[in-house]
């Protein structure tokens, strides 16, 4: 039980880019200050994920999107996710995507705010052939069919 006065701050899964973790494929960050702010305003606890870094891609990585179709397709083993090089990481990307809704059931996390225009992370838009592309990206496809609030953030917000 917390302590008299402090309030219980609900958990939720952010893309740890936006807290401002270095783990985009380029070594950057996307740190979002309004986006802290927000999470205080509404009583939520961010925990940090990066799927892209948990499923062993490593930091630089080559930038990727999804083949074609969309994420749901990649979910189903009907499209892939490649490399500009034309390396599939498909794999990769389930067991990030994977990796995200274990964290949420492990800390009990109905709400996600996610990286736009990630090939992993992105709710509203993604990449798909290279292009960016209406649609969910990997993670936030399959956290959305568990029934999971997800919210897409635009990133670098001051
Ligand atoms: S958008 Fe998602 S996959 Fe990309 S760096 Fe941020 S947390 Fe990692």
């Not at 979002?32 to 490593?58: F, M």
């Not at 109905?110 to 798909?128: D, I, M, N």
Request: proline content about 7%; some cysteine; overall charge negative.
């Amino acid at each position: 039980m917390s302590p008299e006065g402090e309030r219980e701050l609900q958990p939720v899964l952010v893309s740890a880019c936006l807290l401002g973790a270095e783990c985009r494929y380029d070594g950057a960050h996307n740190h979002d200050a309004a986006l802290t702010r927000l999470l205080e305003e509404r009583g939520e606890r961010a925990v940090p994920y990066c799927p892209e870094e948990r499923s062993g891609l490593g930091t630089p990585r080559p930038p990727v999107w999804i083949e074609s179709i969309d994420a749901d397709a990649v979910l189903a083993g009907e499209a892939r996710v490649v490399t500009e090089g034309g390396q599939d990481v498909s794999a990769e990307f389930l067991t990030g995507a994977q990796g995200a809704l274990s964290v949420c059931e492990e800390i009990g996390a109905t709400r996600a705010y996610l990286k736009e225009r990630s090939p992993s992370c992105g709710v509203c838009s993604t990449h798909v052939g290279g292009e960016p592309t209406d649609g969910p990206g990997v993670t936030t496809a399959l956290l959305q069919s568990a029934g999971v609030e997800v919210e897409g953030v635009e990133g670098r917000r001051p």
